[in-house]
């Protein structure tokens, strides 16, 4: 089936595929998903769309399909900051792990910093969870009650 595509091309679906399939919850991972955003990429590339960037948005777009935003905004994803303002520690989690209907303040609680012990911490929606940027090593965990 891919032999009808030159080894550039095969080696930007790989890449796009392999970008695209990081994005994927954990949760949501698994055979159906990441054979549906494979197809996409293959119907592109033999549309004549073969570049990188054309295969991850083919990828990203039928990502989106498959796990629609969960609010009217879009937003995914949370910054966690200690609740401890002279520590400042922070880290980015997914919101894809908690049900709707869970508010953010009943979450903060359950949040401890690594850093400096502290229980507690300042949950805010981020915008730009989908944007690629380099995370850091977790400082915040969370511990159920």
Not at 22 to 41: S, T
Not at 108 to 120: H, K, L, Q, W
């Amino acid at each position: 089936m891919l032999i009808e595509f030159d080894q550039t091309t095969i080696a930007n679906m790989t890449a796009a595929l392999d970008s695209v399939c990081k994005r994927i919850p954990p949760h949501k991972d698994g055979y159906e998903v990441r054979r549906q955003i494979a197809d996409a990429m293959i119907a592109s590339a033999r549309s004549g769309k073969r570049t990188l960037s054309d295969l991850e948005e083919v990828g990203a777009d039928i990502l989106v399909e498959l796990m629609p935003p969960k609010s009217p905004r879009g937003v995914r994803g949370f910054l966690i900051y200690c609740s401890d303002y002279k520590c400042s520690h922070y880290v980015t989690a997914s919101a894809d792990p908690w049900p709707d209907h869970i508010r953010l303040s009943d979450l903060e609680p359950r949040f401890v910093c690594t850093a400096c012990g502290r229980r507690g911490a300042d949950i805010r929606p981020d915008f730009h969870w989908d944007k690629p940027g380099a995370i850091g090593a977790p400082m915040l965990i969370f511990r159920p009650r």
